[in-house]
């Protein structure tokens, strides 16, 4: 990473340069493509009817790879402040761009704890997908033990019936071997 330090109206000393480099090296833990880093600080006074006020003005200009420039401007008094202002502003911005590239290639944990086919047919791969219309036997109501019964006596991971309460349920094995009822 490339980092320019520019001050304007005053002296940059070798201290404010340490502090200023090991702020935007903090800014590397996210692992962005960061390009360059422009630092631009300035020294104003400004006259009032009262007294003078002194203002740093600190503007951070950051460069990433295939995504857009990031300026951050922060004043204050003080020129260490108005640099931690402007570093937890980018550390804020950073790690919500790092967020969102790396929660497009999250997996969620529901997909984690779904069970794998069992049915060798379902399993092998054919050029044409085939859809095999199957008649429900939806019409008679069933108890759950019933419904379990018949889901142990067939080869199929789940069984959809109807309960006494009309109520349309289904029932499957899961993968540490129990039964699971929606």
Do not use: C, W
């Not at 109501?141 to 199929?156: C, N, T, V």
């Amino acid at each position: 990473m490339n980092v320019t330090i520019t001050a304007r109206h005053f002296e940059l000393t070798d201290s404010i340069k340490d502090y200023i480099t090991r702020l935007i090296e903090s800014l590397e833990k996210y692992n962005l493509d960061i390009i360059s880093t422009k630092i631009v600080i300035s020294y104003q006074e400004k006259k009032g009817k009262e007294k003078k006020k002194r203002l740093f003005n600190f503007d951070i200009t950051l460069s990433m790879a295939k995504t857009n420039t990031v300026v951050i401007s922060q004043k204050d008094k003080d020129l260490y402040a108005a640099a931690d202002l402007a570093i937890s502003r980018m550390h804020k911005i950073l790690r919500r761009y790092h967020d969102k590239i790396n929660i497009k290639h999250a997996i969620r944990t529901d997909d984690l704890m779904v069970a794998p086919i069992l049915a060798d047919e379902a399993l092998t791969l054919t050029s044409e997908d085939e859809i095999v219309p199957m008649d429900l036997d939806l019409h008679k109501p069933l108890d759950i033990e019933d419904a379990l019964e018949r889901l142990k006596s067939s080869s199929q991971q789940f069984f959809v019936f109807n309960d006494k309460d009309s109520k349309m349920r289904v029932i499957y094995k899961r993968i540490d071997g129990k039964y699971g009822l929606y």
